[in-house]
């Protein structure tokens, strides 16, 4: 089973992820954790040039950034897990690539979707959590924990971005959705992360007894 965890910055997606993998552990399901970038050796690498607000990367060398992490990822740690029968989670995938860099830049979004299959050699998750919430809130969530962090500089060179581009992601995050609403399951993020979880956990009831 191949779960993925999407949303704009500040959606919460960490705290949903460390819940939810509690939960994973509490049924004995047999998964791993992992995130994007820097879900393998060479997206480790990448993930700085992708993050720090100090880098001035073209969108096109950001899009073939993102595009070969996540084929070196694919390849390294995300199809060895699931041909040996664990859950995958996973932070962040190639509808991000789509929802930033399709609505967020403006780049053909129909030609992402094929880079994407191209570089995932097809491998698309069966279920998409998309964490929703109002673009100011998230973005004013991610602000502040960058800064109470300590991330401002070396992982947030998203968060820098002005509203409208956030607004953008979010609408094409909930138009994505919208097109393949047997792979996703929306979740308001506004909620209490308990509650968002709980709901999660609920749409995959009928998967826990599988445990593959």
């Known amino acids: 089973m191949f779960l993925t965890v999407e949303g704009i910055e500040g959606a919460g997606k960490s705290t949903f992820i460390g819940l939810l993998e509690e939960e994973l552990g509490r049924r004995g399901i047999d998964f791993l954790r992992t995130r994007e970038p820097g879900g393998c050796a060479l997206g480790r690498q990448i993930r700085p040039l992708l993050l720090d ?103 947030g060179r998203f968060e820098a971005e002005a509203l409208a581009f956030h607004q953008r992601i979010r609408e094409g995050f909930l138009t994505r959705a919208a097109r393949w609403p047997e792979r996703f399951c929306v979740l308001d993020a506004e909620q209490l992360p308990e509650a968002v979880v709980a709901q999660a956990v609920k749409h995959l009831e009928p998967y826990f007894g599988e445990k593959h």
């Open 53 to 155: 607000a100090s880098q001035n990367v073209s969108s096109r060398a950001e899009l073939f950034l993102f595009l070969a992490d996540r084929a070196q990822h694919v390849a390294d740690t995300i199809r060895p897990a699931l041909e040996r029968g664990r859950w995958v989670l996973c932070d962040r995938y190639a509808d991000s690539t789509i929802a930033y860099q399709g609505y967020g830049r403006g780049m053909d979004v129909e030609e992402l979707q094929r880079l994407n299959d191209y570089a995932t050699d097809s491998l698309w998750p069966d279920i998409t959590f998309l964490l929703d919430l109002p673009a100011e809130v998230g973005l004013g969530r991610a602000l502040a924990r960058n800064g109470r962090e300590g991330l401002t500089q070396s992982e």
